[in-house]
């Protein structure tokens, strides 16, 4: 089985940045493509971020694009999620994701993904 832990989320005011991890385990984790979710109250999981396994291919909503960077470092089964220049409406939990293994290109659904984290917070406040 695969575990994802997420960590690095919090409380910063608008335009700050944080950077978020998601720490992966098990035996047959191998270098999926994973992606960034986030859900904020009343409001469905959206997909913030995607990249495919090796890294050479990214997505980003719209709503991120120009402030947030997806990387990966496989060596260490290690994703990361840059967040700069936050806004109040970047308020959410954000969500890792990991498919099963090592499909090629990037999932933008959650019905693509098999692995979720339990989340972090990422608060912005005006």
């Known amino acids: 089985q695969v575990q994802l832990v997420e960590s690095g989320g919090g409380l910063v005011q608008a335009g700050g940045s944080l950077r978020l991890s998601c720490a992966a385990s098990?035996?047959?984790?191998?270098?999926?493509?994973m992606g960034w979710f986030r859900q904020a109250p009343g409001k469905e999981r959206e997909i913030v971020a995607a990249?495919?396994?090796?890294?050479?291919?990214?997505y980003y909503a719209e709503s991120v694009k120009g402030r947030f960077t997806i990387s990966r470092d496989n060596a260490k089964n290690t994703l990361y999620l840059q967040m700069n220049s936050l806004k109040p409406e970047d308020t959410a939990v954000y969500y890792c994701?990991?498919?099963?293994?090592?499909?090629?290109?990037?999932?933008?659904?959650?019905?693509?993904?098999?692995?979720w984290g339990q989340g972090t917070q990422v608060t912005v406040s005006s």
């Open positions: 994701a990991a498919r099963k293994g090592r499909t090629p290109g990037i999932a933008l659904l959650t019905t693509a993904y098999d692995y």
């Open positions: 098990g035996r047959t984790f191998g270098s999926p493509a």
């Open positions: 990249i495919n396994w090796s890294g050479g291919s990214t």
